[in-house]
């Protein structure tokens, strides 16, 4: 089972409903984990974070929407825990976006 960082991805400007997958839950697991989301702009930006079964989430999906993150600033989600094959959703408004998943996985067998 992984340690440490789970996921990692430059989150582009997104479109509405859509988002980038970070990171899944492997089959056989669950996840505990954290998401930092780094904003490289000098202007806000608002993002979104989902834990969803998809890439595109449901609304009822959605841990933060429309969340700021003020300019050169860092959000953080910690403590969550998902089971297998549920997805850490990110979307942003604007590019030049860093997220990041650590944590730990851990065998449900």
Same mark, same amino acid.
């Given at each position: 089972?992984? %340690? =440490?960082?789970?996921?990692? &991805?430059?989150?582009?400007?997104?479109?509405?409903?859509?988002?980038?997958?970070? @990171? !899944?839950?492997? !089959? +056989? /697991? @669950? +996840?505990?984990?954290? #998401?930092? *989301? %780094?904003?490289?702009?000098? /202007? &806000?930006?608002? #993002?979104?974070?989902?834990?969803?079964?998809?890439?595109?989430?449901? #609304?009822?999906?959605?841990?933060? @929407?429309?969340?700021?993150?003020?300019?050169?600033?860092?959000?953080?989600?910690?403590g969550?825990?998902?089971?297998? +094959?549920?997805?850490?959703?990110?979307?942003?408004? !604007?590019?030049?976006? +860093?997220?990041?998943?650590? =944590? *730990?996985?851990t065998?449900?067998?």
């Amino acid at each position: 089972m992984a %340690t =440490g960082r789970l996921g990692v &991805a430059a989150i582009p400007a997104g479109t509405s409903g859509a988002g980038t997958v970070v @990171y !899944t839950v492997p !089959t +056989g /697991s @669950y +996840g505990v984990f954290n #998401v930092s *989301i %780094t904003n490289r702009n000098a /202007s &806000a930006i608002t #993002v979104r974070v989902a834990l969803a079964a998809t890439s595109t989430p449901n #609304v009822q999906d959605y841990l933060e @929407y429309d969340t700021t993150i003020i300019p050169n600033g860092v959000f953080e989600r910690t403590g969550l825990v998902a089971q297998a +094959g549920l997805n850490v959703v990110v979307y942003s408004s !604007t590019a030049n976006v +860093g997220c990041t998943v650590y =944590g *730990i996985e851990t065998s449900t067998a």
